[in-house]
């Protein structure tokens, strides 16, 4: 017999065959080689990935519907071909290893064609800047999502993916209030290459009590069926989808664990770019160790794995589908954990 149903829907017209999606690592970060792995990954498992900052190579169109385009502070590679070459835009307003700050792609990353799809000078730095320029206010974010959907001629849902910081609640219903899809929450334990470790580690709160604080805010407001949730930042494994589902998301990104899939010993020299595994590296000749059709059956692979693992769970719970789980916190119990923290999660202490 089949087991249990993995398939998802974001609102409005986006349908995932596993919760889980490949979460934004811009192009000049990590290279070449590695997008077309995830992109080819995400089009084999029936999932998305996302382009990151860094726009979306010319190549890379044919895998669109697969693919979630995004809009960061330094509108690096965004023009309207860019936007409708996706299945949904997300404008990137913050990330949860630096809240707060922009990012810093060292010129020693910008290659040929890093320089062509971000538009940027051939070995110079590129540098997003902190805020978005023409977002100082939820009216201008109301803005830049009908001009994207505008763009688009409304044809792909707008997501926009913020930090998990204290008060992410508030934040997250202005963003469904003007009229985004998706609301993709970034926590602490996010991955970065371009962060300063005081930033990394000190700023920011874990993704469990953003999630659940925004999913019971916007139930109390009556509109959490207005838009998607999805999580990201610090997913190490199938148990970690499990309780984040649980907690009230519709889905989870993953990248670094989809790194680790493909060799990345997490030896933290990323911004050098002479990344050992030829992962965050424009090297050629470190490059050239990541073979994108390998790279892809590996990242397909591991999800594929935490795939029948979720069944698995999902089976043992007496559930038949992911939908089933979704929010359903009395799954869950928790062990070591203040009132205080019960209380956010809405969580029972086990044995009760």
Partial sequence: PAGPKLKTKLTPNMELKVPIMFSAMSFGSINFNLHVAMARAATELGTYYNTGEGGLHHSLYKYGA???????????????????????????VGQGAKPGIGGHLPGEKINAKVSETRMVPLGSDAISPAPHHDIYSIEDLLQLIFALKEASDYRVPVSVKIAAVHNVAAIASGIVRAGADIVAIDGMRGGTGAAPAMIRDNVGIPIELALASVDQ??????????????????????????????????AVYIGTSALLAVGCTLCARCYTGKCPWGIATNDPYLAKRQNPDIAAKK????????????????????????ESLRGNRDKLRAVGLGQVELDILGVKPAGK
Avoid: P
């Avoid at 995004?70 to 299945?87: I, K, M, P, T």
């Avoid at 509109?223 to 499990?242: E, L």
């Fill in 66 to 92: 697969n693919t979630i385009v995004q809009v960061a502070s330094g509108r690096f590679g965004v023009h309207r071909d860019y936007l409708n070459a996706g299945a949904a835009i997300e404008i990137k």
């Fill in 217 to 250: 805010r916007l139930r109390d407001e009556g509109i959490r069926n207005q838009a998607s949730v999805v999580v990201a930042g610090g997913t190490r494994c199938s148990a970690d989808v499990v309780k984040a589902i649980a907690l009230g998301a519709d």
């Fill in 299 to 322: 990242m397909a692979n591991l999800v594929r794995a935490w795939s029948h693992e979720i069944e698995e769970m999902l089976g043992g719970m007496g559930l038949n589908s992911i």
